[in-house]
């Protein structure tokens, strides 16, 4: 049976949709216009150990929540669409059903999620992003399904295997394509993430495709209960060493927080300019500096243009307004307050935005 699956995908019929795989939970819809849909694109520099490539096409951009693994929507100049709703991008249809963060993730955030549902050239894909299993509404709303993209990994950290299967037969899609997974070809992390072989073992019907591109025809969707594992993009790379090293004195560092203040600041800086363009690290440096030189860290990161996250972006502006308000310089500490207003997600950082900047402007 496999042998005869990897035979059929070696001859396609006309592509509908051609589907690519960058890594994680990043994917790339191409129409057969040759427009191109960018869903869930990483952060380079924090927690996989791999990077998402530089000028990857992108004619529009899906995020499904907002964790630094999802949306890394910032690397492109595309119109970003994350919100439900019915929308038409181009030649992409495009339903997106809320629902909601599986395993407890995304508090910060209201643990709000969106599974979107594209359909181009009469083949229709779902994207869970990391939701879970769908209610009898969900369902109806997403529809017939023909590709389903699920977060599965051998340590269940976002989907149980119940829950796999729950979905597979509440939307009976004729390809599961799994994501969000360690790829140790590429890096050892992260380590709350496994491997995928283990759970491919155990499914009937599994292809493992050689390109991370696949064009899908109407032949490939005639049977139904198949899983294809695709590769990475062969321009996805591990992390540099400096950054590896970096990651490892952050982590040495931050274990001596509570312990040895001094060595503390010592393994951050080490691990700062190592990397000084990984706002993560600067963050972590600057917020046991003085307001002085917490200041100049902090600057010069925001200042420099990088790929950083939104999260750590938002949260170095904060900490600089902070220092910032112990200069004497509240109104510029709330013009960093207000930055983080106009862009954060996250209820913790708005709720203490709105406070800094009121007590500032008031003094």
Same mark, same amino acid.
């Given at each position: 049976?496999?042998?005869?699956?990897?035979?059929? @995908?070696?001859?396609?019929?006309?592509?509908?949709?051609?589907?690519?795989?960058?890594?994680?939970?990043?994917?790339?819809?191409?129409?057969?216009?040759?427009?191109?849909?960018?869903?869930? *694109?990483?952060?380079?520099?924090?927690?996989?150990?791999?990077?998402?490539?530089?000028?990857?096409?992108?004619?529009? !951009?899906? !995020?499904?929540?907002?964790?630094?693994?999802?949306?890394?929507?910032?690397?492109?100049?595309? +119109?970003?669409?994350?919100?439900?709703?019915?929308?038409?991008?181009?030649?992409?249809?495009? =339903?997106?059903?809320?629902?909601?963060?599986?395993?407890?993730?995304?508090?910060?955030?209201?643990?709000?999620?969106?599974?979107?549902?594209?359909?181009?050239?009469?083949?229709?894909?779902? $994207?869970?992003?990391?939701?879970? /299993? #769908?209610?009898?509404?969900?369902?109806?709303?997403?529809?017939?399904?023909?590709?389903?993209?699920? /977060?599965?990994?051998?340590?269940?950290? %976002?989907?149980?295997?119940?829950? %796999?299967?729950? %979905?597979?037969?509440? #939307?009976? +899609?004729?390809?599961?394509? +799994?994501?969000?997974?360690?790829?140790?070809?590429?890096?050892?992390? +992260?380590?709350?993430?496994?491997?995928?072989?283990?759970?491919?073992?155990?499914?009937?019907?599994?292809?493992?495709?050689?390109?991370?591109?696949?064009?899908?025809?109407?032949?490939?969707?005639?049977?139904?209960?198949?899983?294809?594992?695709?590769?990475?993009? /062969?321009?996805?790379? *591990?992390? *540099?060493?400096?950054?590896?090293?970096?990651?490892?004195?952050?982590?040495?560092?931050? &274990?001596?927080?509570?312990?040895?203040?001094?060595?503390?600041?010592? =393994?951050?800086?080490? &691990?700062?300019?190592?990397? *000084?363009? %990984?706002?993560?690290?600067?963050?972590?440096? &600057?917020?046991?500096?003085?307001?002085?030189?917490?200041?100049?860290? =902090?600057?010069?990161?925001?200042?420099?243009?990088?790929?950083?996250?939104?999260?750590?972006?938002?949260?170095? $502006?904060?900490?600089?307004?902070?220092?910032?308000?112990?200069?004497?310089?509240?109104?510029?500490?709330?013009?960093?307050?207000?930055?983080?207003?106009?862009?954060?997600?996250?209820?913790?950082?708005?709720?203490? &935005?709105?406070? @800094?900047?009121?007590?500032?402007?008031?003094?």
């Amino acid at each position: 049976m496999r042998l005869v699956a990897a035979l059929l @995908l070696t001859l396609p019929l006309a592509a509908q949709v051609t589907i690519e795989y960058v890594a994680h939970a990043a994917f790339v819809l191409e129409a057969v216009n040759g427009q191109r849909l960018v869903i869930d *694109p990483y952060n380079s520099e924090r927690w996989l150990g791999y990077t998402f490539p530089e000028n990857v096409p992108a004619d529009f !951009v899906l !995020v499904t929540h907002p964790h630094y693994d999802h949306d890394a929507s910032y690397y492109f100049r595309a +119109p970003v669409l994350r919100e439900p709703g019915e929308y038409t991008l181009g030649a992409f249809r495009i =339903l997106g059903v809320p629902a909601k963060h599986a395993g407890g993730f995304g508090a910060e955030f209201g643990q709000k999620s969106t599974v979107f549902v594209v359909e181009t050239g009469g083949v229709r894909v779902a $994207h869970f992003g990391d939701a879970g /299993p #769908l209610d009898a509404e969900q369902v109806k709303r997403v529809g017939r399904v023909d590709v389903v993209l699920l /977060p599965i990994d051998g340590d269940n950290h %976002i989907l149980k295997p119940a829950q %796999i299967e729950e %979905i597979r037969k509440q #939307l009976k +899609p004729s390809i599961v394509v +799994p994501m969000h997974y360690q790829l140790p070809e590429l890096s050892d992390l +992260p380590d709350s993430l496994g491997p995928i072989e283990p759970w491919l073992a155990q499914q009937p019907n599994v292809t493992r495709l050689r390109t991370n591109r696949w064009p899908v025809g109407a032949r490939d969707l005639r049977t139904a209960g198949q899983v294809w594992a695709f590769p990475p993009s /062969p321009e996805v790379r *591990p992390w *540099p060493v400096r950054w590896q090293q970096a990651w490892q004195r952050r982590a040495e560092g931050l &274990a001596q927080k509570d312990r040895n203040r001094a060595e503390a600041v010592r =393994l951050l800086e080490a &691990a700062h300019l190592m990397a *000084p363009e %990984i706002s993560v690290i600067a963050y972590d440096y &600057a917020s046991l500096l003085p307001a002085a030189r917490a200041i100049e860290v =902090l600057t010069r990161v925001l200042s420099a243009g990088g790929r950083h996250d939104f999260e750590y972006t938002e949260r170095a $502006h904060l900490l600089l307004a902070e220092h910032l308000a112990t200069q004497g310089r509240g109104v510029e500490a709330a013009e960093h307050c207000q930055l983080v207003l106009a862009t954060t997600e996250r209820l913790d950082l708005r709720r203490r &935005a709105t406070a @800094l900047a009121a007590k500032f402007l008031r003094e």
